[in-house]
T-cell receptor, first 113, second 118 residues
Framework: GESVGLHLPTLSVQEGDNSIINCAYSNSASDYFIWYKQESGKGPQFIID?????DKRQGQRVTVLLNKTVKHLSLQIAATQPGDSAVYFCAESVTGGGNKLTFGTGTQLKVEL | GAVVSQHPSWVICKSGTSVKIECRSLDFQATTMFWYRQFPKQSLMLMAT?????????EQGVEKDKFLINHASLTLSTLTVTSAHPEDSSFYIC??????????????FGPGTRLTVL
């Protein structure tokens, strides 16, 4: 079936550096995308979202880029901090598709001091 | 705002017993709630969609008679794992979609419930 996947299972960065987490999706009908942060033993925490009529959206220290041509999504974290260490998931959804989210496989971000 | 709670946060039970997990939207009404299961170091897998006042819709491969879902009010959905076995041990997470809050599919997630079946 349709799936959302990630290229890197683990990403290690130095504190203060920028992080880029990538996600490939396969459902061309998806029109809403979300990045979640999940710390160990906790539920997913919303970071940022983007709709298919946009290709870039910025938040506080985070930027999401959407390339619909190649079905690619990325999350950029500026000045990565130790508190950013977590697993990051992208998720996709189709408006009118029962509001269901399909999650990617996740990337473990490790911030080294 | 948009807080979702789950109870209990963790539970240990014996094989063959049933366990009920509650999911509550604390400050908003949710006509739709979702139940996910997450095994260690894996992604969230949608189990079922729970709509207030109607039967839940289960994803392919999820046994509806084993995972009973009830969404009796706009702020509460429950998941009951019946006759639990060790392979049901997992992290169960619910989410809620606020009624009319956004035009898109934003979901608010609970903190999860860790189920361990001995």
């Amino acid at each position: 079936g349709e799936s959302v996947g990630l290229h890197l299972p683990t990403l290690s960065v130095q504190e203060g550096d920028n992080s880029i987490i990538n996600c490939a999706y396969s459902n061309s009908a998806s029109d809403y995308f979300i990045w979640y942060k999940q710390e160990s033993g906790k539920g997913p925490q919303f970071i940022i979202d983007i709709r298919s009529n946009m290709d870039k959206r910025q938040g506080q220290r985070v930027t999401v880029l959407l390339n619909k041509t190649v079905k690619h999504l990325s999350l950029q974290i500026a000045a990565t901090q130790p508190g950013d260490s977590a697993v990051y998931f992208c998720a996709e959804s189709v408006t009118g598709g029962g509001n269901k989210l399909t999650f990617g496989t996740g990337t473990q971000l490790k911030v080294e001091l | 705002g948009a807080v979702v709670s789950q109870h209990p946060s963790w539970v240990i039970c014996k094989s063959g017993t049933s366990v009920k997990i509650e999911c509550r939207s604390l400050d908003f009404q949710a006509t739709t709630m979702f139940w996910y299961r997450q095994f260690p170091k894996q992604s969230l897998m949608l189990m079922a969609t729970s709509n207030e006042g109607s039967k839940a819709t289960y994803e392919q491969g999820v046994e509806k008679d084993k995972f009973l879902i009830n969404h009796a009010s706009l702020t509460l959905s429950t998941l009951t794992v019946t006759s639990a076995h060790p392979e049901d041990s997992s992290f169960y997470i619910c989410s809620a979609r606020a009624s009319g809050r956004t035009p898109y599919n934003e979901q608010f997630f609970g903190p999860g419930t860790r189920l361990t079946v001995l």
